[in-house]
């Protein structure tokens, strides 16, 4: 082979390197796009409503790992419970609480002292019949 040929061939395939990078890139570059916007996107599903008109006074306070907590009655949720899905996730805590005591919670919050998936819910059932609820679940 002449040094003229092997020149070209080097070429072309240096060539067909590049265009291959060039599509990766590109096509990674796309799907990252993607993601990104499939994130951004609005769904269509209303925004939960913590200011509802049904909402509790009781204040909100913060706790001493940063979590809000707020004390209420028995059959009331907290601000930070929202509506939809967390609202019944809070509401089930509050019905099943004796067996969420049993279940594990697999978050890495018992280096703030939670023993079970009940605590991320609710800090304290009160002598007075109060619940003091902590967001951990809702954040």
Not at 1 to 7: A, L
Not at 85 to 97: F, M, P, S, T
Request: aromatic share 10%; with cysteine.
């Amino acid at each position: 082979m002449r040094p003229k040929d092997m020149k070209r061939e080097h070429t072309r395939r240096r060539s067909a390197s590049l265009r291959r990078r060039a599509f990766l890139y590109g096509g990674g570059a796309t799907v990252i796009g993607a993601l990104a916007a499939w994130q951004v996107w609005p769904t269509g599903r209303e925004p939960e409503a913590p200011d509802a008109p049904d909402a509790p006074d009781a204040p909100v306070t913060t706790d001493a790992i940063g979590d809000q907590v707020q004390t209420l009655p028995r059959g009331q949720l907290p601000v930070f419970a929202g509506r939809g899905e967390i609202a019944a996730l809070y509401r089930y805590a509050v019905e099943h609480g004796d067996e969420l005591r049993y279940i594990p919670c697999f978050c890495g919050c018992g280096r703030f002292g939670h023993e079970s998936n009940r605590d991320c819910y609710v800090k304290s059932f009160n002598p007075d019949g109060t619940l003091t609820f902590t967001s951990h679940a809702a954040t």
